[in-house]
């Protein structure tokens, strides 16, 4: 009988081909290695989830599984996107590990440093996080995006680990507690803080993608970084309530003024009556827009149905559980 950890490391895989092959040849490595440590246990897995690819992938990924133990493949119907394939993959293997870690296929985030993530798991930590310490190999571009992504997120109030993707693991119950977040508009890098337990993080150097090309071209990386702002924040909501606020104090400023001008004589017929009712008209109905935007807001948080709150521990002992 194996009694070490069941580790599953869950990989993303959209037209990775290029990838593929030498992923899984590093990872067995990696596996072997920890396996001959008594660091994971036997029947630990990594598998490769292929999000509806339209290349060899999943062919690739069928021959690997049937020609090693180790390796295990999910084949996802349709291209449901990164964090769908993600979490799709962590679900389907929540209740048959101890733990998952999840990576993407390209091998950017230094797969070393799993022991680590294990080590920590071990001292009963339920999420580690791979943080990165650097990252000269992105381009200017991709790194100053980023960068600005991680601050707008925190500006805004959404608790995400800085400089922390989608490289983490993850323990069985925590797991089982992302598992009652039963949103559509999957964010992983929002939810994994609001499950809670304990956590840490573990660093690493960022590498270049050692094949292929980036699955995040500009438009998906907006289109990402935006869903995570209005998936958690309903930040922008307040900011028109605020300008709304703005826009009525500045309607006095402008009905005195332009009733000054009127009696001054600056004025020609109906100017400062048009200009009072613009202003004011503009900030009622820019403060009714946020009023509105509140309760949207707090519609969308019902509509997700997130846990209230998720229990960590419960101590109750009887006598005889005392006594043991
Ligand atoms: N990916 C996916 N589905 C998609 C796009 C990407 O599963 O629709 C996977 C991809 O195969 C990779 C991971 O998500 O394993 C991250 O993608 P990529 O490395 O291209 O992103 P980048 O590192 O450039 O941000
Ligand atoms: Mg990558």
């Known amino acids: 009988m194996d009694n070490g950890i069941k580790l599953y490391v869950v990989v993303p895989c959209y037209n990775e081909e290029e990838v593929l092959p030498e992923t899984s040849r590093r990872m067995i490595e990696l596996f072997n290695k920890m396996k001959s440590e008594g660091l ?22 069928d021959a690997l599984a049937k020609a090693h ?48 993530m294990i080590k920590n798991y071990k001292e009963g930590y339920d999420v580690v996080y791979g943080v990165r310490n650097k990252r000269d190999t992105d381009t200017f571009f991709k790194r100053t995006t980023a960068i600005g992504f991680y601050k707008l997120m925190s500006a805004m109030g959404v608790n995400i680990v800085f400089n922390h993707a989608d490289y983490r693991l993850m323990s069985r119950r925590a797991l ?47 289109s990402f970084a935006f869903d995570g702002i209005t998936s958690f924040s309903i930040s922008p909501i307040r900011l028109i309530t605020a300008l709304g606020a703005a826009v009525c104090v500045i309607s006095i400023i402008m009905a005195v ?68």
């Open 40 to 61: 994971i246990g036997g029947m630990s897995r990594i598998v490769f989830v292929d999000d509806g690819s339209k290349d060899k992938t999943w062919e690739i990924i």
């Open 69 to 116: 133990t180790e390796i295990a493949g999910i084949k996802l119907a349709r291209n449901a996107g990164h964090q769908n394939a993600l979490l799709g993959g962590l679900m389907t293997v929540k209740d048959e590990c101890d733990c998952a870690i999840s990576i993407d296929a390209d091998l950017q985030d230094d797969i070393n440093v799993i022991p680590d």
């Open 176 to 222: 089982d507690a992302l598992s009652d977040f039963p949103e559509r508009n999957v964010f992983l890098r929002g939810m994994v803080p609001l499950v809670g337990y304990r956590s840490t993080n573990v660093y690493y150097d960022r590498n270049e993608r050692f094949a292929g090309e980036s699955k995040y071209p500009l438009k998906k990386m907006l």
């Open 257 to 324: 003024y332009a009733l000054v001008e009127k009696l001054l004589g600056n004025a020609g017929m109906g100017w400062a009556s048009l200009m009072m009712s613009i202003w004011f008209i503009g900030g009622v109905q820019l403060l009714s827009v946020g009023l509105i935007g509140e309760y949207i807001g707090k519609l969308y948080k019902e509509v997700k149905r997130r846990p209230r709150y998720i229990i960590e521990a419960y101590v109750n002992e009887t006598d005889d559980a005392a006594k043991e």
